[in-house]
């Protein structure tokens, strides 16, 4: 390996794991309001630690990506500041030299945010989530502070909702007006098919007045179903499947209806591969221009619409215009300056 080579990538790995802890431990700032909130629900010391460490992977691709952008910068500072690259420039060195061991190691980076995006975080994701259903279960003071169990005088819960729109172990709690006595629907398993809501070994449970007293009755039923609007009525309309960003890869690909899921995933991984040749194509000129701000915002902004492309998930071809298009500008931009300073215009 040149000696230009070993120098470089070992800048680039030591600014690059600098910068990553740094911004991991200010974006694990922004995630200590919710531990403290589940603190003081009672979740168990061991149950915290784990929900911490569990937020980790879903912060990784966010600071992989901007630690990639950061560290290229950082290196033209310290080449232009020791009169490094004066030397490289009288050696008639071209920046396409410089250039190839960091894509290099971008690369590579790029394949750990993939798997990062598609594996890790989305395993953590929904075991945190899992964690806070629990929680939500299981502690008095979750459960008071649950909007609709006060507001709308009912309860709702189960204890597993599949990809397929299958939820098992549901349970309605609800309040009789008329005979101010709660309510019970407690269904085995209840799922969605097209607009009915099938549901398996319901039983009932309520009272009723009449002239001679208060009566309870209980009805059990195997199997029954009812139009999907009821899930409205029942005040669960935000019920539906597992979410497209909880599931791995494997599962994702045997759905092609979230090709935008997909394609977000496409876009995180090729961040730091392209904010690193943007980064490089700025990094031996903004000493000299303070020209910083231009990079900034195209690297903040493609990550911007990233997460923007999200809301548009029932439109994949919008959502993959957003996810990938800003990714082929950055390159496209990055390229035409680097054209530039070998022809010497820059």
């Given at each position: 390996?040149?000696?230009?080579?070993r120098?470089?990538?070992?800048?680039?790995?030591?600014?690059?794991?600098?910068?990553?802890?740094?911004?991991l431990?200010?974006?694990?700032t922004?995630?200590?309001?919710?531990?403290?909130?589940?603190?003081?629900?009672?979740?168990?010391?061991?149950?915290?630690?784990?929900?911490?460490?569990?937020?980790?992977?879903?912060?990784?691709?966010?600071?992989?990506?901007?630690?990639?952008?950061?560290?290229?910068?950082?290196?033209?500072?310290?080449?232009?500041?020791?009169?490094?690259?004066?030397?490289?420039?009288?050696?008639?060195?071209?920046?396409?030299?410089?250039?190839?061991?960091?894509?290099?190691?971008?690369?590579?980076?790029?394949?750990?945010?993939?798997?990062?995006?598609?594996?890790?975080?989305?395993?953590?994701?929904?075991?945190?989530?899992?964690?806070?259903?629990?929680?939500?279960?299981?502690s008095?003071?979750?459960?008071?502070?649950?909007h609709?169990?006060?507001d709308?005088?009912?309860?709702?819960?189960?204890?597993?909702?599949?990809?397929?729109?299958?939820?098992?172990?549901?349970?309605?709690?609800?309040?009789?007006?008329?005979?101010?006595?709660?309510?019970?629907?407690?269904?085995?398993?209840?799922?969605?098919?097209?607009?009915?809501?099938?549901?398996?070994?319901?039983?009932?449970?309520?009272?009723?007045?009449?002239?001679?007293?208060?009566?309870?009755?209980?009805?059990?039923i195997?199997?029954?179903?009812?139009?999907?609007?009821?899930?409205?009525?029942?005040?669960?309309?935000?019920?539906?499947?597992?979410?497209?960003?909880?599931?791995?890869?494997?599962?994702?690909?045997?759905?092609n209806?979230?090709?935008?899921?997909?394609?977000?995933?496409?876009?995180?991984s090729?961040?730091?591969?392209?904010?690193?040749?943007?980064?490089?194509?700025?990094?031996?000129?903004?000493?000299?221009?303070?020209?910083?701000?231009?990079?900034?915002?195209?690297?903040?902004?493609?990550?911007?619409?990233?997460?923007?492309?999200?809301?548009?998930?029932?439109?994949?071809?919008?959502?993959?215009?957003?996810?990938?298009?800003?990714?082929?500008?950055?390159?496209?931009?990055?390229?035409?300056?680097?054209?530039?300073?070998?022809?010497?215009?820059?």
């Amino acid at each position: 390996m040149p000696i230009i080579w070993r120098l470089l990538l070992s800048w680039y790995l030591k600014l690059f794991a600098l910068s990553a802890a740094t911004l991991l431990c200010l974006l694990m700032t922004v995630r200590l309001h919710d531990i403290a909130a589940l603190s003081t629900l009672g979740m168990p010391w061991p149950s915290l630690i784990l929900y911490t460490f569990y937020q980790i992977p879903s912060i990784l691709p966010i600071v992989i990506a901007f630690s990639a952008f950061l560290a290229p910068l950082l290196i033209g500072r310290f080449l232009f500041k020791g009169q490094e690259l004066t030397a490289l420039s009288a050696c008639c060195l071209p920046v396409r030299e410089l250039l190839l061991p960091v894509i290099f190691a971008a690369f590579f980076l790029s394949c750990a945010n993939f798997y990062f995006v598609s594996e890790l975080a989305t395993t953590s994701h929904l075991k945190s989530r899992q964690m806070i259903a629990d929680l939500q279960r299981t502690s008095p003071l979750a459960l008071l502070k649950q909007h609709h169990l006060i507001d709308r005088g009912h309860f709702t819960a189960f204890s597993k909702s599949t990809f397929e729109g299958l939820s098992k172990d549901f349970v309605f709690v609800f309040y009789q007006s008329k005979s101010e006595r709660l309510g019970l629907i407690k269904a085995g398993e209840i799922s969605l098919a097209n607009t009915d809501l099938l549901a398996k070994d319901v039983l009932l449970i309520g009272t009723k007045n009449s002239g001679k007293g208060e009566h309870l009755w209980i009805e059990n039923i195997g199997l029954t179903k009812t139009k999907g609007d009821l899930l409205s009525w029942l005040g669960i309309s935000r019920w539906r499947a597992l979410l497209p960003d909880y599931l791995p890869l494997r599962s994702l690909t045997e759905e092609n209806r979230h090709i935008s899921e997909f394609g977000r995933r496409i876009a995180f991984s090729l961040a730091p591969l392209t904010l690193s040749l943007l980064s490089f194509s700025y990094a031996f000129t903004y000493e000299r221009h303070k020209k910083i701000l231009v990079p900034s915002f195209l690297a903040l902004g493609s990550l911007v619409l990233i997460f923007i492309s999200k809301s548009f998930f029932q439109k994949p071809l919008l959502a993959l215009t957003l996810q990938l298009t800003p990714q082929v500008f950055i390159c496209l931009w990055a390229f035409r300056r680097l054209y530039r300073q070998e022809k010497g215009d820059l």
